[in-house]
């Protein structure tokens, strides 16, 4: 995979901290891009659950994806110079295309996989085990 360089400093965020022992639990090798899923949920105003729940679901955290799309974004067609630049476009379009633009979490996975109703339970499952609280 194709990593955007040194991690981030995790030390003052214990989102973060909490999102690297998650991905090292798993296995995932998107440990190393935490802080960069925390900056980029925090610049686009996103749960910053969602972004790492969809990876797990959609790549197993990174372990499958290809191309450096982590998101599966574009039937996993889409290739990304990095996961850092997969992250920070696939977090520009859940925050900024009218297809997503002002929903909740639950409305962004409705839209973003419709065709399967399983879809949004599996990454609200993820995003809940990571702190606990609930999904709006």
């Known amino acids: 995979m194709g990593w955007a360089g040194p991690a981030l400093e995790c030390a003052t965020d214990v989102r973060c901290r909490t999102l690297q022992s ?6 995932s090798p998107l440990e190393s891009v935490a802080a960069v899923f925390i900056a980029t949920a925090d ?3 996103l749960d910053w659950r969602l972004l790492p729940a969809i990876a797990m679901v959609e790549s ?10 982590v998101f599966g974004w574009n039937s996993g067609r889409t290739r990304f110079e990095t996961v850092a630049a997969g992250i920070e476009f696939v977090a520009s379009r859940l925050a900024h295309s009218p297809i997503y633009r002002g929903r909740t979490s639950r409305g962004i996975l409705a839209a973003y996989n419709p065709s399967r109703q399983k879809y949004p339970p599996r990454v ?13």
């Open 124 to 136: 609200i499952r993820f995003m809940e085990m990571l702190d606990g609280s609930p999904v709006e």
């Open 60 to 69: 197993g955290g990174g372990r499958y994806g290809r191309r450096n799309n």
């Open 22 to 27: 998650f991905f090292s639990g798993r296995g």
């Open 43 to 45: 610049k686009h105003q």
